[in-house]
C-alpha cells in the first residue's frame, strides 16, 4: 500500500479571489479635531501658492499638532470592510477603523462610493456595521462561514486596503486557534501568516469555499508591517453580533452575575477534583441571575448549557453568547460533588448599569475565639477593634488576618494584613479556633492543600491555596 500524499496547496485562487474582489470595500473616515496653538504646537509656514512644497510640508506639520491659522483639521484614516448584504446594504468592518468618525465613505473595487451611516458598534469584539443606500447599484455579498470548521493548517485568504493599496490578495494558513491576546474579555482569535497590514483592519479572511471565516483585526509587528502574525475575530464569535447590531443597534449578551478565577492544580486538588478544568466561583454580585442560591461562592463551573467549560476565560464568552432570559442547565462541582442547576440569564449591558459596590456579602456568626498562628498568619477574632484598625466593612465577617510572616507561603500568594478568612475548604469559619480545627482536620484527611475563601476590606472575594505540609 502506498503512503497517502500530503494535500498539496492551491494551484491557484485567481478564480477564487475574482469572486470575492467585488464584496470585500475600503472604508475611508474623517474626523474633525481643533487646532492646537498652544505652547506645544508648531505653525505650519506660508508657501507660495503652487509651490511643489506645500503637501510634504501640510503633512509633516499635520503630525506634530501644526495648523494653519489653528482652525480645526480634517484627520483622515482608511481601513477595510464586506458586504454581508447586497440588497440591504449592510457592510461589516472594525470598531476601531471608524471610531470617533464624522464621516464614513465606503470605496467599492469599481469605483464606486456611498456615503455610510453607522448602524451599530460593539467595543468589546471591535466590531461594527455600516449601511449604505445600494438603490441603482448592483453590490456583490459574501457569506459568513463556520470557523469552528477550521483546523490549524487550513489554507486562507486575505483580502483588504493596506496601505490604502485597496483590492489586496494575500494568501496563508490558520497558524493557531483560540488565541487570547488580552484585546478584550472575549478573545478567542484565529492566527493566521497570511499578511496583514496597517489598512486591513475589518477586512475578511476567507476558507477556501469563498466564506468568510474571520475579521481581520490585529497584527503583531516590531516594524510595523507584516511578520506573519495576525489575528481575525472568528465568524462564529463575529456572526451573533452582527445580528445583534442588526436588529438592535446594539448588543445584548447574556449575564450570569458572577466573579471568577481559574482553577489552578492546587484549588482543583483541594476541592478534590482529579483535573484543573472549569471556572471557579470567587463571588456572586448581588442582584444578579446567579443570586438565587443557584450557585454558590466555590463553586466550579465545569459545564454551561450543554457546553464543556475547559477553562476560566471560556466562560464569559459562552455565556455572552447565550440570550437574555434564556433558562440554561449548569454543571457545578460544590464540596467534591458534581450537580445540575438552572439559571434564568440577565443582560450584561443591564449589568454595567449598575452601581459598584454590589457584590455579595458573606454573613456567618461571630463566635467567641482567641488569637493563633496557622500557615505563616496571625488570626483574631474580627471584633470592633480589628474593624476600626484594618477599615473593615460591617457586611465582612470571618477571622482576620493580622500579620503575615515575611517569608511564608501565604506572603507568596499575597496574602495581607486586614484581609478576612470567610472560608476553608468551602466551610465557614467564625474564629481562630474554626481555623485552626480546620486546617487540622484537612491534614488528618490527607489534603495536602487548604483552600482559603478571603474577603477584602470591602468584601471583594477570592480564593487562595495554600500548602499544609
Same mark, same amino acid.
Given at each position: 500500500?502506498?503512503?497517502?500524499?500530503p494535500?498539496?496547496?492551491?494551484?491557484?485562487?485567481?478564480?477564487?479571489?475574482?469572486?470575492?474582489?467585488?464584496?470585500?470595500?475600503?472604508?475611508?473616515t474623517?474626523?474633525?479635531?481643533?487646532?492646537t496653538?498652544?505652547?506645544?504646537?508648531?505653525?505650519?509656514?506660508?508657501?507660495?501658492?503652487?509651490?511643489?512644497?506645500?503637501?510634504?510640508?501640510?503633512?509633516?506639520?499635520?503630525?506634530?499638532? =501644526?495648523?494653519r491659522?489653528? @482652525?480645526?483639521?480634517?484627520?483622515?484614516?482608511?481601513?477595510?470592510?464586506?458586504v454581508?448584504?447586497?440588497?440591504?446594504?449592510?457592510?461589516?468592518?472594525?470598531?476601531?477603523?471608524?471610531?470617533?468618525?464624522?464621516?464614513i465613505?465606503?470605496?467599492?473595487?469599481?469605483?464606486?462610493?456611498?456615503?455610510?451611516?453607522?448602524? @451599530?458598534t460593539?467595543?468589546?469584539?471591535?466590531? +461594527?456595521?455600516?449601511?449604505?443606500?445600494p438603490?441603482?447599484? %448592483?453590490?456583490?455579498?459574501?457569506?459568513?462561514?463556520?470557523?469552528?470548521?477550521?483546523?490549524? =493548517?487550513d489554507?486562507?485568504?486575505?483580502?483588504?486596503?493596506?496601505?490604502?493599496?485597496?483590492?489586496?490578495?494575500?494568501?496563508?494558513?490558520?497558524?493557531?486557534?483560540?488565541?487570547?491576546?488580552?484585546a478584550?474579555?472575549?478573545d478567542?482569535?484565529?492566527?493566521?501568516?497570511?499578511?496583514?497590514?496597517?489598512?486591513?483592519?475589518?477586512?475578511?479572511?476567507?476558507?477556501?469555499?469563498?466564506e468568510?471565516?474571520?475579521?481581520?483585526?490585529?497584527?503583531?509587528?516590531?516594524?510595523?508591517?507584516?511578520?506573519g502574525? =495576525?489575528?481575525?475575530?472568528?465568524?462564529?464569535?463575529?456572526a451573533?453580533?452582527?445580528?445583534?447590531?442588526?436588529e438592535?443597534?446594539e448588543?445584548?449578551?447574556?449575564?450570569?452575575?458572577?466573579?471568577?478565577?481559574?482553577?489552578?492544580?492546587?484549588?482543583?486538588?483541594?476541592?478534590?477534583?482529579?483535573?484543573?478544568?472549569?471556572?471557579?466561583?470567587?463571588?456572586?454580585? %448581588? =442582584?444578579?441571575?446567579?443570586? $438565587?442560591?443557584?450557585?454558590?461562592?466555590?463553586?466550579?463551573?465545569?459545564?454551561?448549557?450543554?457546553?464543556?467549560?475547559? +477553562?476560566?476565560?471560556d466562560?464569559?464568552?459562552?455565556?455572552?453568547?447565550?440570550?437574555?432570559?434564556?433558562?440554561?442547565?449548569?454543571v457545578?462541582?460544590?464540596?467534591?460533588?458534581?450537580?445540575?442547576?438552572?439559571?434564568?440569564l440577565?443582560?450584561?449591558?443591564?449589568?454595567? /448599569?449598575?452601581?459598584?459596590?454590589?457584590?455579595?456579602?458573606?454573613?456567618?456568626?461571630?463566635?467567641?475565639?482567641?488569637?493563633?498562628?496557622?500557615?505563616?498568619?496571625?488570626?483574631?477574632?474580627?471584633?470592633?477593634a480589628?474593624?476600626?484598625?484594618? @477599615?473593615?466593612?460591617v457586611?465582612?465577617?470571618?477571622?482576620?488576618?493580622?500579620?503575615?510572616?515575611?517569608?511564608?507561603?501565604?506572603a507568596?500568594k499575597g496574602?495581607?494584613?486586614?484581609?478576612?478568612?470567610?472560608?476553608?475548604?468551602?466551610?465557614s469559619?467564625? /474564629?481562630?479556633?474554626?481555623v485552626? $480545627?480546620r486546617?487540622?482536620?484537612?491534614?488528618?484527611?490527607?489534603?495536602?492543600?487548604?483552600?482559603?475563601?478571603?474577603?477584602?476590606?470591602n468584601g471583594?472575594?477570592?480564593?487562595?491555596?495554600?500548602?499544609?505540609?
Open positions: 500500500m502506498s503512503e497517502r500524499q494535500d498539496a496547496g492551491p494551484a491557484s485562487v485567481a478564480d477564487l479571489a475574482e469572486g470575492l474582489l467585488g464584496a470585500v470595500v475600503n472604508i475611508s474623517s474626523q474633525t479635531v481643533k487646532g496653538d498652544g505652547p506645544g504646537a508648531v505653525p505650519a509656514p506660508e508657501l507660495p501658492e503652487g509651490s511643489p512644497f506645500q503637501d510634504f510640508f501640510d503633512e509633516f506639520f499635520k503630525d506634530r499638532g =501644526g495648523s491659522g489653528g @482652525g480645526a483639521q480634517k484627520v483622515q484614516s482608511l481601513g477595510s470592510g464586506f454581508i448584504d447586497a440588497d440591504q446594504g449592510f457592510v461589516v468592518t472594525n470598531n476601531h477603523v471608524i471610531a470617533d468618525a464624522d464621516d465613505e465606503v470605496n467599492f473595487s469599481d469605483g464606486l462610493t456611498l456615503k455610510a451611516k453607522l448602524v @451599530g460593539d467595543a468589546k469584539t471591535d466590531i +461594527a456595521l455600516l449601511k449604505v443606500d438603490s441603482g447599484h %448592483k453590490l456583490t455579498e459574501v457569506k459568513f462561514g463556520d470557523s469552528d470548521k477550521m483546523r490549524i =493548517g489554507w486562507v485568504m486575505a483580502i483588504g486596503n493596506p496601505f490604502g493599496l485597496g483590492g489586496t490578495v494575500t494568501l496563508g494558513i490558520v497558524s493557531a486557534r483560540n488565541r487570547d491576546i488580552n478584550g474579555p472575549y478567542d482569535f484565529i492566527q493566521t501568516d497570511a499578511a496583514i497590514n496597517r489598512g486591513n483592519s475589518g477586512g475578511p479572511l476567507f476558507n477556501m469555499h469563498g468568510v471565516i474571520g475579521i481581520n483585526t490585529a497584527i503583531i509587528s516590531p516594524t510595523g508591517g507584516s511578520i502574525i =495576525g489575528f481575525s475575530i472568528p465568524t462564529q464569535l463575529a451573533g453580533i452582527v445580528d445583534q447590531l442588526r438592535f443597534g448588543t445584548r449578551r447574556g449575564w450570569l452575575g458572577v466573579r471568577l478565577q481559574p482553577v489552578t492544580e492546587d484549588i482543583a486538588e483541594s476541592l478534590g477534583m482529579t483535573n484543573a478544568t472549569g471556572a471557579l466561583i470567587a463571588g456572586i454580585m %448581588k =442582584g444578579g441571575p446567579a443570586d $438565587d442560591g443557584s450557585i454558590l461562592p466555590g463553586d466550579v463551573i465545569t459545564q454551561f448549557d450543554g457546553r464543556h467549560i475547559a +477553562a476560566m476565560r466562560l464569559p464568552r459562552i455565556v455572552a453568547d447565550s440570550p437574555v432570559g434564556k433558562q440554561v442547565e449548569v457545578v462541582v460544590r464540596k467534591g460533588e458534581e450537580m445540575t442547576v438552572k439559571v434564568t440577565g443582560r450584561l449591558e443591564d449589568a454595567e /448599569n449598575m452601581p459598584e459596590g454590589e457584590d455579595d456579602e458573606v454573613t456567618q456568626n461571630e463566635d467567641e475565639g482567641a488569637s493563633a498562628s496557622v500557615l505563616g498568619m496571625s488570626i483574631g477574632e474580627l471584633d470592633e480589628a474593624r476600626r484598625r484594618f @477599615g473593615i466593612a457586611g465582612v465577617n470571618g477571622v482576620v488576618i493580622t500579620d503575615v510572616e515575611p517569608d511564608s507561603l501565604a507568596e496574602i495581607q494584613a486586614g484581609e478576612v478568612i470567610t472560608e476553608i475548604a468551602q466551610e469559619v467564625a /474564629n481562630p479556633k474554626d485552626v $480545627d486546617i487540622a482536620a484537612l491534614k488528618a484527611q490527607g489534603r495536602k492543600n487548604a483552600l482559603l475563601m478571603l474577603a477584602t476590606k471583594e472575594l477570592r480564593f487562595v491555596t495554600l500548602r499544609m505540609e
